[in-house]
């Protein structure tokens, strides 16, 4: 194979036509050359040289419309795999993903993670290191997802309000100076929000919000595909949206009044403790343990505790009533809502959605689909595996790894061209 860079022309060619195919806009060599409006003789080169280093594969012959038929082209999604993390204040799960956002395996821990990056990565990479292990696989990339603002362009956090030890720390450095292989990293609830636009069900690919309603809260928004991160990557935090004016309400980033501490799994702790006297159950739970957790509180809501459903349902609806100010203001056609507060109960999902439709207008709730994540809590590893691997595939990176046959090694040129 040629030792020398393609042309940033030849490898956006070859980029396109193995996207096309990957994502199957065009799936015979015939197809390829309509779409593209490239030669014969071009188009068989590049998917030859794709079939070579095992991207592509010819496949059955397809139908025929008359004349000689085509054979058709396969995207090998086994070719290569990326790995997927997700890091919360409290836990984190790992994945191996095959270049089609298949996971082959995942791995959970719980750990608090607000103070410690260091001490986190090095145990979110063991986690990879077991699944390497398990599913015989190398990463050709890596998607990491964080709770808090990114600064997509270095993987750095920026200010995050639930994890201070993290502020100004690059997530993207500390894989590099271990593996030869590019870094993605985003905030988790965009990350969630584009695993369930992609892989969700129904899949209809209309622009998605995603909700996480859980330790904290946040928002996500896919548009046509692509995530919405704002000027700076803080688009999204609504967790910090002002909703109460009473001044005790005191918020983690120092604020009062912001919406996680009202409705939040550690907001709404706060409250459950403070009034534990209000129910048996948790009042018992506090005096053996000396505090409540979110899931004491959740799991209490969903047997019918009245201090803890109300608590829950009072929460649906003030997060309800900040998603319908969203829904005005971008329309989008599904709200998603995730996390903790699932496992609650189909009621608070239905609470949320009343309140919603009960304070958008009309127009905006007319084709509007509310319903509950669908991937069973991996939509967030599902999503940075996609992260990962839209970005390998862009064609514009494409060509700049596909001689080598991997994209190990071509981690510099690929970040910089996915940060333009």
Known sequence: ?????????????????????????????????????????????????????????????????????SRL???????????????GATEMTAAVATLDG???????????AAHRPEETLEVLDGLFARLARRTRTEPWAFGIGVAGPVDFGT???VDPPIMPGWDG??????????????????????????????????????????????????????????????????????????????PSVLCRCGQTGCLEAVTGGWGLVRQATARAAESPRLAARLAERGSLTAQDVGLAARDGDPLASGLVQHGARVIGTTVANLVNFVNPGTVVVGGGVLRVGDTVVRTLEETVRG????????????????????????GAAILAIEHLFDPSSVGLWIENGSPVGHAAPLQRTAAM
């Open 1 to 69: 194979m040629s030792s020398s860079s393609p042309s940033p022309q030849d490898a956006y060619v070859h980029g396109r036509l193995v996207n096309l195919v990957r994502t199957g806009r065009a799936l015979t060599r015939p197809a390829l050359e309509q779409e593209t409006g490239l030669g014969r003789k071009v188009v068989t080169q590049r998917v030859q040289q794709a079939i070579d280093v095992g991207l592509l594969e010819d496949g059955d012959l397809a139908p025929s419309g008359g004349g000689r038929p």
């Open 155 to 157: 993987g750095r956090l």
């Open 169 to 246: 720390f690059s997530v993207r450095s500390w894989f590099r100076e271990r593996y030869d292989a590019p870094v993605w990293v985003d905030n988790d609830v965009n990350l969630m929000a584009l695993g369930e636009w992609h892989r969700g069900e129904p899949r209809d690919g209309r622009d998605l919000l995603y909700i996480l309603a859980d330790e904290g809260v946040g928002a996500g928004l896919v548009s046509r595909g692509a995530v919405f991160r704002g000027d700076t990557g803080a688009a999204g935090d609504i967790g910090h949206v002002q909703v109460t004016d009473d």
């Open 73 to 87: 082209l396969r995207f090998r999604s086994d070719a290569g795999h990326v790995y997927a993390g997700m890091v």
């Open 102 to 112: 298949t996971l082959l395996g995942s791995l959970h821990e719980d750990w608090d």
């Open 359 to 382: 304070r958008t207008t009309r127009l905006a709730r007319q084709r509007l689909t509310v319903r509950p994540a669908s991937l069973d809590f991996r939509e967030g590893v599902t």
